[in-house]
């Protein structure tokens, strides 16, 4: 079974900072993807990337898949109480199947 | 986006009673939908995966007769805690993926049963 490192598990800081999640495996997946999930409810899917090196933005956040698709970062900007949630990296494997990383519980403190 | 429903959102259960979680497609047919179970302040884990028509595939150490899983319809999927005990107290996740994502795999998630065994 394939493996995914989210770090940090936990984050903390003032709203308008920047923060970065890391999300890294010694495999290679054909896609990989980023979810927000919120107390008592399921992931929400925030990008899916595909290529290696591509760079996607949504609004202050920016995601980037690694060269070797080994690995993927999640970069907010200027983040805001709202950005406040579980973020989980997933990578694709064989049969559809997602592999979850252990997620990155992050809290924006006004 | 596709909406994927699940039911009952929480439920309380005794020690030794079943408890039975649907988890519906609403706006699409899903031939294959994902069970995952996510303990607290943990990250979810793939359970079984569910497709319509067949047998499920359970993952390595969940026991397929504990976890009955029944894909009966291109919408529907339901999970079957038999004999539950506290330990089997999760939150329950499924998904289902949407075959109209193309190259990129789509799964869309239900919003959690949180079962509590007493």
């Known amino acids: 079974t394939q493996l995914l490192e989210q770090s940090p598990q936990f984050l903390s800081i003032q709203e308008g900072e920047n923060l970065t999640v890391y999300c890294n495996s010694s495999?290679?997946?054909?896609?990989l993807q980023w979810y927000r999930q919120e107390p008592g409810e399921g992931p929400v899917l925030l990008v899916t990337?595909?290529?290696?090196?591509e760079v996607k933005k949504l609004k202050r956040l920016t995601f980037q898949f690694g060269d070797a698709r080994k690995d993927s970062s999640l970069h907010i900007t200027a983040a805001q109480p709202g950005d406040t949630g579980l973020y989980l990296c997933a990578g694709i494997q064989g049969a559809q199947k997602l592999v979850f990383g252990q997620g990155t519980r992050l809290t924006i403190n006004p | 986006g596709a909406v994927v429903s699940q039911h009952p959102s929480w439920v309380i259960c005794k020690s030794g009673t079943s408890v039975k979680i649907e988890c519906r497609s609403l706006?699409?047919?899903?031939?294959?939908m994902f069970w995952y179970r996510q303990f607290p302040k943990q990250s979810l884990m793939l359970m079984a995966t569910?497709?319509?028509?067949?047998?499920?595939?359970?993952e390595q150490g969940v026991e397929k007769d504990k976890f009955l899983i029944n894909h009966a319809s291109l919408t529907l999927s339901t999970l079957t805690v038999t004999s539950a005990h506290p330990e089997d107290s999760s939150f329950y996740i499924c998904?289902?993926?949407?075959?109209?994502?193309?190259?990129?795999?789509?799964?869309?998630f239900g919003p959690g049963t949180r079962l509590t065994v007493l």
């Open positions: 569910s497709n319509e028509g067949s047998k499920a595939t359970y």
């Open positions: 990337v595909v290529t290696g090196g």
């Open positions: 495999s290679v997946f054909s896609s």
């Open positions: 998904s289902a993926r949407d075959p109209r994502g193309g190259r990129t795999d789509t799964q869309y």
């Open positions: 706006d699409f047919q899903a031939t294959t």
